[in-house]
Every structure is written in structure tokens, then in C-alpha cells.
């Protein structure tokens, strides 16, 4: 504890105080916050912070935060707006996660800059001076924090501007005001004298999200916000009660209604905004005076337009307007024939034609655009970002790629510095962590959407560089990554156990059997084999789960597997043998119809254990007991759960008796506990976020849940991540089937508070690289210091000899089932295909599932058996009616007399 590293090459130090003389800062809302100090004079009269006193308090018994740090993303938030800044020639500034990352255009490399409040960057601002920019962060009572650059002193400070995080902000064209959004649930709009960090107006900008804000270029005291379902337009009013912000919603009249992402303020004070039709509408105060198409009502763009600009020729006049949509289009269009539009005769529309269009480049959908002399730089909400050569024929150049949204799990190779990570853009990559520049190395794209990985062990690939995904589509597929002669990811195999999202897998110890779960509420087991010399996989059975699974783990002896369930409730199913035989029988399963079964489970209910009831006290001797007193009913206790158990994230299993497993809320929130089958309490707890005895709680009062949970291939760090961003690493050490924690830990925020849900937790083989992945979109490698290692190698052997010493004290105290040499006690007993689908792919989402191919082919067989049937009835008939013919016949050849009527037959 208390030992220290310098940040890592990717992580900005914090700047440090200069000494000059000092005043003290505006209050802040952070209850942990100390008072802050302001030296003057760094950047004009400015002044500067010491940041250190604005930082939350460090828990008790966490080791120095800079012993792991952020080094390189691998992701980048690229569906968020306005998530684009260029701050000079070479550098780019975005959220990322609870950081700023600045990135350099000529050699790709980053830096972080981290939020001070360490839950999130909500939205940036540039100083139109380029030697300032803001960063309004996420959390509780977030602050807006202004740095000068590039230096990245902390300058000013403001506080109050909304409750949970900000959406968009934009300094004022003479660069003295701030304008600032917040997002749900207030919706504020604040203009800010940031030089005195001072509010000047406020006002509710909508009651719905507000996408931007932006100053007019040409009118004092006016500026326009836009977003879902509206566009308003603002003016700072005196009035005789002092100066008003007041705002005239726009009135879409006979337009449908639209979610506005961009606009622009024309000479004349007139506005253009997009649509989410794709359509441009020209505003003539709060009314929309003219819905723009191309020739035959054609929309402008083939979707949400994003950003709008006004083109200037050398004098300064305006020639043309330019759009850039979510189709990946930017078009540019004569400018005088939309300022002059007038509705047609058939209601408020007008055609305009385009002189000129760009293409950035095959399923680009255009987010963010950023102008510079003789270069943009666009950033794909597809997953990518873009330079465009505007002075060489508007010549686009992808310079990086990235998953577009969530990313859903991430995966270290046991013996080399590779990670394979997937996400819900249908991607699948693979990328190099022990170097800083060229990290990317191969992607594979399918057809839907990714959901879980997990790294195969050597059993099923000698070479350690075999993969599995689940996608929502219900389809596995195993991939093996290459390298020779470029990398790549090989397709193996792919089968569809599930009609329906794969939520997670988990192949047995012994390698011969994979079980997944599915959004379907089915637990299927597959057998694991080699089949001409080729990796196979063959259904045995499944079973269906009382409720949505959610998580899953083999017991070390391979004879369960334990699920989670959305219903707090952990089911031990007994595995079928990968012959199909049932494990306690021997008897084959039957499935000739279908793989449908029925196997033992046993399920464990998470309850906490009352606390014991406090003695009656005795009465003294002489002392009669109160006749009264013995009749008044006893006080009823506390209900022990209070806020209930909500559902299982995550589940491991320590031993064939005992596992952990980590709950999404209630009284179970903040912690990893140590469960047992058979016994009705939790045998221990070890706090995975949070501090303190209670059940924990996010910044905004919210249950932590703890999303993940996993071990290090060293063995020596036990791995938990949170659904508000947060990551934490403890010593560990496996004792024979018990684990044992260490008391000191590390942890730290790395991705949004909001929505950085962690999917994944992952060290390098070596331990010298951290992997966090999350729903933000974030990939973040993390540099992990010599003197982490030291300390987390060095508690895990602590551990070890401490538990060896105290052997006979340990069974004394599992007897008891009350542990205490870990952290804490319990009380009580215990997105498009690839053009090429893959060799032996499954492309087709309407494609049969295992079990729906066994009931069609079932089906199909019982079709068949009933067309042969009718086949041999009507070959009866065919006969019985040919024998009728032929007695008609010879009925007929007789005589009169003989001749039988036609009634008779």
C-alpha cells in the first residue's frame, strides 16, 4: 500500500501548482471534495486549480490509482454527436470513456486527460482561441472543468450546471460566454460568465434530449438548441425584471414532426436546419417556412443529417450550403436558391438540385465532421474515423476503425500479447497489446450482432489461438487467429444451438463439452471433438430454464454446471456425459425427436442471515418480572433483505461445494459472495466496488451491480467490473478449491458512468497489460506498473503462507462457516454481412436452430410417413376402382336377362 508509479506514456499528469499567490474556489457540490486553491496568472488572469483537491477521496486500503493506467483505446465512442474537436492542426479531442483522449492526426498516438470527478466527459468545447476547451463531465452535480492548452492546466471551474451529466456546450463566438445542456432529467440550459465562473441566465431548454447548442455567429444574445422532436430558438431578453432567457419553440406546422441534429444560421438570421427524414427545412423565424428535396421529393440525404455548413467564397459571401448525412453522403448546394425558396402551390415545399456530391466511403454513416484548412476528418458512427484530402478531388482516407457501439467482451491469450474482443456491430478483431502503434491486426465481420467470447484452452488448440463467439442471432462460431502470412481470423466452424441471442458460454475443464445459454431461457450442451482431423461440435441435449439465464459456469469436476438467473436464483444442472448419457444413471438420453430432456437441478436462493436476536435481559434476584411486560408482543425484526436480491450477473465456481457469485442490486449490490448448495446463508463476502458494510450504490443512489468477474492466467488477481464504469483488481491466491483475497486492491473508473456497463476485465498473460471492454464503446488497454505486479505477487504469496501456517485454524473456522481471512465476514452458516459469406457460415437470421432442424426433420419424417400412407390407400382405391371397371364392363356384355341394374353395384 502507498506505493506509486509515474502515469503511463498514454496518461496526462495532472499539472502542478505554481506557487503564485492564492484565492479560494467557487464551493463544489462533491461532498468529498476539500476546499480548492487558485493560483493566478497562468494563462492571463485566469488563474489555475490545484486538481488534487477537487478529486474524490481514495477508499481505504486502495493502492495509488497510477499503478495501472491508460495507455491506449481501441474503441472510440463514435455513435455519440458533436463527440469531435480539433484543438490545433494535429489534434483531436473526444470523450472517451472518463477521459479525454487526445489524439495526434500525424502519428495516431493518445494521450488521456481524466475527468477530475472520474465518472465521465459529457461533452467538450474548443475556445474559438484554440489556447482553451471545456469539458463538461458526468456524475453527481457534475462540473464543467476549462483547461488551457496545451499545457492542460485547470483554469476554472463551474458548478451547478445539471444534475446527472451534459450533453453539448459551445463557447460564444467572442469566446466570453459558455452555453451549456444538461441530459435527463433536467434538461437545463445554462450561459455561463466562465471568467468569473458565474451564471449569467438559465432556463429548461426541452423536456426531451437535447442533441446541441450553438451561439448565432451574427446576433448578440441570441443562440438555438435542437434535438429529439425539436428545434428552439433563443434570445437573451431585458425585460423589466432584469435579463431573460427566453426560448420560442419551433412549430413544424404541416411538416411531420423530427428530430433535429444540425443547423445553421444564415446572413439574413434565417436557420437551416436537417431532419431525420433526411429532408433540410428552412426556418423563417419559429415556423418552418419550406421543406427542401431534391427533384421528385427525393430527401436531400438518406437519413438523419448531421451536420450544415455554409461555404464562403474568397470575399466572404456565402455560395453554398453543404450537408453531410447519416448516408454517408456530403452534398453540397446552391446557396441563393435556398434563400429564396418559397412554398409551392401544394403546401410548404420546395425542390433544389445538388451541384455536388462526396461519397466518403462504402457504409460510412457520418456522425461528426470536423473542418480544417484543406482537410476533414469525419467520424463514422459505423466504426471508423476518416481524413478527407478536400485540396486532392475530396480524397477519403480511413485512418483508424474501431467496434461501432457496445462492445461485448474481450478475451487475453494465455501465452502471447494478443486480444480478440467482439461487439454488437457483428465484428470480431483481434489486435496486438504490446505495442502502441500498429495494435489492430484482423477483423472478421458477420451477419448479426456479437454477444459473449471466450478464449479456448490448449485441450482444444495446442497453439492457444482458438475463439468462440456467441451472436444474437443464436450462432456460435469458433475462429482461430493467424498470422501467417497476414493476420487474419479463420473460421472453423458455425451451428446455431439457439433460435434466439446467445448470452454466454462455458466449455468443461476436460474440453469435451461446450454449454451455452440463450435469450431463449434454454441451457444446451454440446460435445467438443475432432472429426476427420477438424474441430467438431455435435448437439447432445437441452434443457428449459424456469428463467432468462444470464450467466454460466462448469464446477471443476465437470459433473454441473451452474446458471444464473434473472431471478436471483443459481440452478445446478446435473451435465449429461458428451456420450449423451446421463452422468447419474448411465442411461442414454433420448433423443431420437428431439434434444429437449430433463436433467436433476438444484437450485440456491441468495437470503441474508438475520442477525442474531439480543438476549432478554434477567431479572434480579428479588425482582418480580412485569406481568405486562411478558404479555406485550415482541417487536417484530427487520426484514434481513430489504431491497431484494436482483438478478445473478455473474457466477464462478471456487471449488465442486462452493462458488462465488455477484447480483445486479438489492442488499447483494458491491460484492462477490461465497455461496454453498445446502447451506441457507453465504459463507463469506469480498467487495468488488464500493467501500463500507453496505450494500453499495453508484453516484446517483443507484444499486452498483457488478457485471463481471473473473481470474488473471497468473492466478494471482482476482478481476470485477461494474456497471457504472468501474474496475477492480485484488491479490489472490487458490488454495486447493478455496480462494483467499488479499485486503489492499486497485481500482478505478475508466469508462462512463452512464453507460460504461463492463462487459470484460482481462489481463495479458504477463500481467503487464490490462483489457477493459464496455457498452460505451470503449476498448481501453491500461499500462500496468512493475510495482502492481510486485504487490499483487507478493499478497498472493502472502496469502498462501499465511493460510498453509493457519491450516488447522481454517478447517476449525469453515466448521463454523464463519471466515474472516478475506476481505469481509458473513455471519452464519453457509451491423452488414461481408459481401463473401465465410466457407460453412450461417448468414441466413431466419436459419433453424439445432432443435428446430431435429422437430422439422421429425416433422418431415412424420410428413413422409403420412404421404406414404395415403400413397398405399390410394394404390387400394386405384386397384379396388379398376376391379369396379372391369365388372361394369362384363355386367354390360350380358344379356338383358342377365344384366345386373347399376343400382346393385
Given amino acids: 500500500e502507498g506505493e506509486t508509479a509515474a502515469p503511463a506514456e498514454g496518461e496526462a499528469a495532472a499539472p502542478a501548482d505554481s506557487g ?82 487526445m489524439l495526434d492526426m500525424t502519428t495516431m498516438a493518445q494521450k488521456f486527460l481524466p475527468t477530475v470527478s472520474g465518472r465521465g466527459a459529457g461533452a467538450l468545447a474548443i475556445h474559438p482561441s484554440k489556447t482553451l476547451f471545456a469539458v463538461g463531465e458526468k456524475g453527481t452535480n457534475p462540473r464543467v472543468c476549462i483547461y488551457s492548452w496545451p499545457d492542460l492546466a485547470l483554469r476554472k471551474v463551474l458548478n451547478g450546471g445539471t444534475e446527472r451529466a451534459f450533453s453539448d456546450m459551445c463557447f460564444s463566438p467572442d469566446g466570453d460566454k459558455l452555453a451549456t445542456v444538461g441530459s435527463s432529467p433536467d434538461y437545463l440550459l445554462h450561459v455561463w460568465d466562465w471568467k468569473n465562473e458565474s451564471v449569467i441566465l438559465r432556463a429548461k431548454a426541452f423536456s426531451q434530449e437535447v442533441y446541441r447548442v450553438q451561439f448565432s455567429e451574427q446576433t448578440s444574445g441570441t443562440l438555438y438548441t435542437c434535438g429529439t422532436g425539436h428545434i428552439r430558438f433563443w434570445k437573451m431578453a431585458k425585460t423589466f425584471t432584469g435579463l431573460k432567457l427566453q426560448g420560442d419553440i419551433g412549430k413544424f406546422g404541416n411538416i411531420e414532426l423530427s428530430d433535429v ?120 458512427a459505423n466504426g471508423a474515423l476518416w481524413s478527407v484530402d478536400t485540396t486532392d478531388g475530396y480524397k477519403a482516407t480511413a485512418l483508424a476503425a474501431f467496434h461501432a457501439g457496445e462492445v461485448a467482451g474481450a478475451a487475453t491469450s494465455p501465452i502471447e500479447p494478443l486480444v480478440v474482443s467482439c461487439g454488437e456491430d457483428g465484428t470480431v478483431r483481434v489486435a496486438d497489446t504490446s505495442t502502441t502503434s500498429t495494435r489492430r491486426m484482423a477483423i472478421q465481420k458477420f451477419s448479426a450482432a456479437a454477444s459473449s467470447l471466450s478464449w479456448l484452452p490448449k485441450a482444444i488448440d495446442p497453439g492457444l489461438r482458438t475463439v468462440a463467439a456467441g451472436f444474437s442471432d443464436g450462432v456460435i462460431r469458433l475462429m482461430k487467429v493467424t498470422t501467417e502470412p497476414n493476420p487474419d481470423l479463420e473460421l472453423l466452424l458455425a451451428l446455431k444451438p439457439h433460435p434466439a441471442r446467445v448470452v454466454d458460454m462455458s466449455l468443461s475443464h476436460s474440453a469435451d463439452r461446450l ?60 451435465a449429461p456425459l458428451a456420450n449423451g448419457c446421463r452422468a447419474d444413471t448411465g442411461e442414454k438420453l433420448d433423443v431420437e425427436h428431439t434434444f429437449k430432456v430433463e436433467l436433476p437441478v438444484e437450485e440456491y436462493v441468495f437470503e441474508l442471515e438475520p442477525p442474531p436476536k439480543p438476549e432478554k435481559p434477567q431479572p434480579e434476584e428479588g425482582e418480580e418480572e412485569d406481568g405486562a411486560a411478558e404479555e406485550e408482543e415482541e417487536q417484530e425484526p427487520e426484514p434481513v433483505m ?220 412424420r410428413a413422409a410417413e403420412a404421404e406414404r400412407r395415403k400413397e398405399d390407400m390410394r394404390l387400394k382405391i386405384r386397384d379396388i376402382r379398376g376391379e369396379f371397371e372391369r365388372l361394369l364392363a362384363e355386367n354390360s356384355k350380358l344379356s338383358t336377362a342377365e344384366r345386373l341394374p347399376r343400382d346393385d353395384f
Avoid at 728 to 753: I, K
Wanted: some cysteine; overall charge negative.
Fill in 20 to 101: 503564485a499567490s492564492q484565492a479560494t474556489a467557487p464551493a463544489v457540490s462533491d461532498s468529498n471534495s476539500a476546499p480548492v486553491l487558485v493560483t493566478s496568472n497562468a494563462v492571463g488572469d485566469l488563474g489555475t486549480y490545484d486538481v488534487g483537491t477537487l478529486k474524490p477521496k481514495t477508499e481505504a486500503g486502495q493502492w495509488n490509482s497510477s499503478l495501472v493506467s491508460v495507455a491506449h483505446s481501441l474503441g472510440f465512442e463514435c455513435t455519440k454527436r458533436n463527440n469531435l474537436h480539433k484543438i490545433d492542426d494535429k489534434t483531436l479531442l473526444a470523450a472517451a470513456g472518463s477521459r479525454v483522449i
Fill in 261 to 380: 441534429s444540425s443547423f445553421v444560421e444564415l446572413p439574413d438570421g434565417k436557420v437551416v436546419s436537417g431532419s431525420e427524414s433526411g429532408h433540410l427545412l428552412l426556418w423563417d423565424g419559429n415556423l418552418v417556412k419550406v421543406q427542401l428535396s431534391m427533384p421528385g421529393g427525393k430527401p436531400c440525404h438518406g437519413g438523419m443529417i448531421e451536420e450544415i455548413w455554409l461555404e464562403r467564397n474568397a470575399e466572404g459571401g456565402v455560395e453554398r450550403l453543404v450537408s453531410a448525412g447519416a448516408d454517408g453522403y456530403v452534398r453540397f448546394w446552391p446557396f441563393d436558391p435556398i434563400d429564396t425558396a418559397q412554398p409551392g402551390d401544394h403546401g410548404p415545399y420546395a425542390e433544389i438540385e445538388c451541384n455536388e456530391e462526396i461519397k466518403i466511403g462504402s457504409n460510412v454513416s457520418i456522425r461528426c465532421l470536423v473542418r480544417n484548412a484543406g482537410q476533414w476528418t469525419v467520424l463514422d
Fill in 515 to 574: 454449454a451455452t445459454i440463450g435469450a431463449d431461457g434454454a441451457l444446451f450442451f454440446l460435445q467438443v471433438h475432432e472429426e476427420e482431423g477438424k474441430l467438431a461440435v455435435t448437439p447432445i441435449a437441452f434443457i428449459s430454464l424456469p428463467s432468462p439465464p444470464t450467466c454460466i459456469a462448469w464446477l471443476p469436476s465437470d459433473s454441473h454446471v451452474l446458471v444464473g438467473c434473472k431471478d436471483g436464483v443459481v440452478r445446478k444442472v446435473l
Fill in 642 to 861: 430489504k431491497y431484494g436480491r436482483g438478478s445473478v450477473t455473474s457466477i464462478m465456481a471456487s471449488s465442486d461445494d462452493t462458488f462465488f457469485l455477484a447480483l445486479s442490486g438489492g442488499d447483494g449490490a458491491g460484492f462477490a459472495w461465497e455461496c454453498q448448495f445446502g447451506r441457507p446463508y453465504p459463507l463469506r463476502k469480498v467487495r468488488t466496488h464500493g467501500s463500507g458494510d453496505d450494500n453499495s450504490r453508484n453516484c446517483f443512489g443507484d444499486f452498483l451491480s457488478t457485471t463481471f468477474m473473473g481470474v488473471s492466467h497468473s492466478g494471482n488477481v482476482f478481476m470485477t467490473g461494474a456497471a457504472d464504469g468501474s474496475v477492480r483488481l485484488r491479490p489472490m491466491n487458490d488454495l486447493g478449491g478455496r480462494l483467499a483475497f488479499g485486503d489492499g486492491s486497485w481500482s478505478d473508473s475508466p469508462h462512463d458512468v452512464i453507460s460504461g456497463w463492463i462487459t470484460s476485465v482481462a489481463l495479458t498473460f504477463d500481467d503487464s497489460t490490462l483489457v477493459t471492454a464496455s457498452k460505451d464503446g470503449n476498448l481501453m488497454m491500461h499500462k500496468v506498473a512493475d510495482g502492481f505486479k510486485d504487490l499483487a505477487q507478493a499478497n498472493s504469496e502472502q496469502l498462501r503462507l499465511a493460510a498453509e501456517s493457519t491450516a488447522a485454524q481454517a478447517e476449525s473456522e469453515a466448521q463454523k462457516a464463519v471466515v474472516d481471512d478475506t476481505v469481509e465476514a458473513v455471519h452464519g452458516p453457509g451491423k452488414d454481412a461481408p459481401a463473401e459469406p465465410l466457407p460453412g457460415d450461417i448468414v441466413d437470421p431466419q436459419a433453424y436452430s439445432i432443435e428446430e432442424e431435429k422437430l422439422k426433420a421429425e416433422a418431415d419424417r
